[in-house]
């Protein structure tokens, strides 16, 4: 699945960005001034992600360069280079902190101090996560419907991994922050910080698990990955259908970035096909497929024999 642009994407991960910058500083004070490690961990978490939508943007910049004599099929594998390097920042940075800190919190046990401030700037952020989170919601769901497919399916095969990296770090972000609330207010219940502490490493855990499914994506793409199975047949009986051709032998599709397929086929032309007939269909075969389905943009085809 491919975008037709990413344009929406670039606003989505702006979007994102600016409220994770103002969410970090918000946390960080609230974690200095209370001594909560689930705040602390909280405030790394938003750090990882402003830091990511950051290195997103260089991504769909980067990747969205033309073709040229150097890469003549242009930059779009670049986005996942950068979106694989954030999911690693994730990992290390977030995660690490996270916690490290929660096990020193359980291990210290050090009082939390004011627990006022940390309610305060958890239901903030809160709210402006749940914006960024709609945003992206809303491109998510437009996009499933373009493609007459669900926003489940969508996210799990579109190649656009800025709205997908988004998505996921807005919904791991608001359970983040019921995480830190629950920990902060059991810790202030209890007198007990284990809580508090168990709270980071939780927080922890769930970016590991956010870090972890953008990098297998990321991967994949990057090593070639093939358009969903659905679309591939679709392109299948497109060719098929060409007047000129008896069957199709084998077809071979790659994401070549976002915004970018390539379609490669061995084709079985009738037998009484001329070489004028075989280039129409070819020219015919690469009209027809970029019309009609959005982000092809190479289509080549291999005049094969009959087998067997």
Do not use: C
Request: proline share 3%.
């Amino acid at each position: 699945m491919a975008e037709p642009n990413n344009t929406e994407s670039v606003g989505t991960v702006i979007v994102a960005g600016l409220a994770n910058l103002a969410i970090a500083v918000a946390k960080a004070v609230a974690g200095l001034i209370s001594g909560s490690a689930a705040m602390l961990s909280e405030a790394a978490h938003s750090v990882a992600d402003t830091t990511t939508e950051v290195l997103l943007y260089t991504a769909l910049r980067r990747g969205g360069r033309p073709a040229d004599s150097v890469h003549p099929f242009g930059y779009g594998k670049e986005n996942w280079v950068w979106a694989f390097i954030a999911a690693l920042f994730t990992f290390v940075a977030g995660a690490g902190f996270s916690i490290t800190h929660g096990v020193h919190t359980i291990r210290t046990g050090e009082h939390s101090g004011d627990y006022l401030v940390s309610y305060v700037v958890l239901a903030v952020s809160f709210a402006i996560e749940s914006v960024s989170l709609a945003r992206a919601v809303r491109q998510v769901r437009g996009s499933a419907r373009r493609w007459d497919t669900t926003p489940r399916r969508f996210l799990r095969l579109t190649p656009d991994t800025a709205v997908k990296a988004v998505f996921l770090e807005d919904s791991a972000a608001l359970i983040g922050l019921l995480l830190a609330a629950t920990g902060v207010g059991l810790a202030q219940y209890t007198g007990d910080e284990l809580w508090d502490g168990l709270a980071s490493i939780a927080i922890g855990l769930l970016l590991l698990v956010v870090a972890a499914i953008l990098a297998r994506s990321n991967v994949s793409l990057l090593v070639g990955r093939a358009v969903p199975q659905r679309l591939r047949g679709l392109l299948e009986a497109d060719l098929a259908s060409l007047p000129a051709v008896d069957r199709v032998d084998t077809l071979l599709t790659m994401q070549l970035g976002p915004n970018d397929v390539l379609v490669a086929a061995k084709v079985d032309f009738a037998d009484d096909a001329t070489g004028a007939d075989i280039e129409a269909a070819a020219d015919e075969a690469e009209r027809r497929l970029v019309e009609r389905y959005p982000g092809i943009r190479y289509v080549f085809l291999d005049p094969t024999r009959r087998r067997g």
